[in-house]
């Protein structure tokens, strides 16, 4: 089992900037993902970036560009640092870690912070 805890969410003016902190605990030693992915009000979750262990990272194209996504391996804990917010990035946004349980994959979820940009 992989425990996540999120924080860094909040009310910001668009234009501003946000730091999104999620730190895991628990069985961490086979992480191979660690991803933030958002939920607008009436859409579908998204995702928004991700990393791996070797430091590859992924972007929307929505974020490319204004977040940078980063991994602290020694404390278990991504980021998500966000600039030049727009008011279309308000959502809640949750972090996601990809575990290898045996040859498998399992995924666990965070309970979400959200995050608000007002124009």
């Known amino acids: 089992q992989v425990q996540l805890v999120e924080s860094g969410g909040g009310l910001v003016q668009a234009g501003g900037s946000l730091r999104l902190s999620c730190s895991a605990s628990?069985?961490?030693?086979?992480?191979?993902?660690m991803a933030w992915h958002r939920q607008a009000p009436g859409k579908q979750r998204e995702s928004v970036a991700s990393?791996?262990?070797?430091?590859?990272?992924r972007y929307a194209d929505s974020a490319k560009g204004r977040f940078t996504i980063s991994m602290d391996t020694a404390k278990a804990t991504v980021y998500l640092q966000m600039n030049i917010l727009k008011p279309e990035d308000t959502g809640v946004y949750y972090c996601?870690?990809?575990?290898?349980?045996?040859?498998?994959?399992?995924?666990?979820w965070g309970q979400g912070t959200q995050v608000t940009v007002s124009s």
């Open positions: 996601n870690v990809k575990t290898w349980v045996g040859y498998n994959l399992r995924d666990y």
């Open positions: 628990g069985s961490i030693s086979n992480i191979n993902i």
């Open positions: 990393i791996t262990g070797g430091d590859i990272t």
